[in-house]
């Protein structure tokens, strides 16, 4: 009995811990920072049959690496405007919405990405952008009331229609994120931007907060990408006056 009394306790102790290391703090807002799949992480809408939201727990070699990506990632905002927009981050090894794929995506307050490692894509750079990109979407939709959108859509050309939003774009091959010329020349970063007004302001956020080695000459070349950007700091200079162009060229050599 007594050995099995030990043998228990070192259970319970080894399981604390494995716990214990499954999610992380951070340490300026307190926002958790979570590394396991978890029974109630989606909202009950996302559990239908349709929708069919999946997820799989980070495999443990990979938690150190993506608290410090988070962490990097929140470093850029002021606490104040975290802590109103944001509870929780899922950091996960896959998520699947309607049967596809997903790097990212966001609730009300949560954001969810996915990180499958370095050699499958998933580098430090990535990460962090997924994250921006995702948050940015929580603050247009909390305000909307200083998102200029009719002055976004105006900004395109008279012809053009934005496409189905994200998961048509995704089955159809359309999702891609490579910079190009093409692209530049309508107004838009990627193709994928081109889905939605919501994918496409996600896209210039991801890359003031994160920039790719081109943003910025892009930004000085592209008339129609670089009045999204400005719209873009506009928005976010009114939440917070903190955001800046000035601010943001911070990160350009330092993410280069």
Not at 130 to 150: G, K, P, Q, V
Not at 165 to 192: M, N, P, S
Request: net charge negative; aromatic share 16%; proline share 2%.
């Amino acid at each position: 009995m007594r050995y099995l009394i030990l043998t228990i306790l070192s259970c319970f102790i080894v399981t604390s811990a494995i716990l214990a290391q499954s999610s992380v703090t951070d340490p300026r807002s307190g926002i958790e920072i979570i590394f396991v799949a978890e029974d109630d992480m989606f909202p009950d809408s996302w559990m239908d049959e349709e929708t069919n939201g999946k997820a799989g727990s980070l495999d443990p070699s990979e938690y150190d690496r993506s608290a410090e990506i988070v962490q990097k990632a929140l470093d850029k905002y002021p606490v104040a405007v975290l802590t109103a927009n944001l509870k929780k981050i899922y950091v996960v090894s896959y998520l699947t919405f309607f049967g596809v794929g997903y790097g990212g995506t966001n609730s009300n307050d949560v954001v969810y990405m996915s990180n499958q490692g370095v050699n499958q894509g998933y580098t430090d750079y990535y990460i962090e952008q997924t994250f921006h990109h995702e948050f940015s979407s929580i603050l247009m939709r909390n305000y909307a009331d200083l998102f200029f959108e009719s002055k976004w859509e105006a900004i395109n050309k008279t012809d053009f229609t934005y496409g189905e939003g994200g998961v048509t774009e995704i089955t159809e091959g359309k999702a891609g994120t490579d910079f190009d010329i093409e692209f530049h020349r309508e107004g838009f970063l990627y193709q994928y931007a081109m889905s939605g007004v919501e994918n496409d302001l996600n896209s210039i956020a991801e890359n003031l907060f994160c920039p790719d080695e081109q943003f910025w000459t892009v930004y000085e070349n592209y008339p129609r990408v670089k009045q999204k950007v400005l719209l873009t700091i506009k928005l976010y200079n009114s939440i917070d006056d903190k955001f800046c162009k000035e601010y943001f060229l911070r990160f350009k050599s330092t993410e280069e």
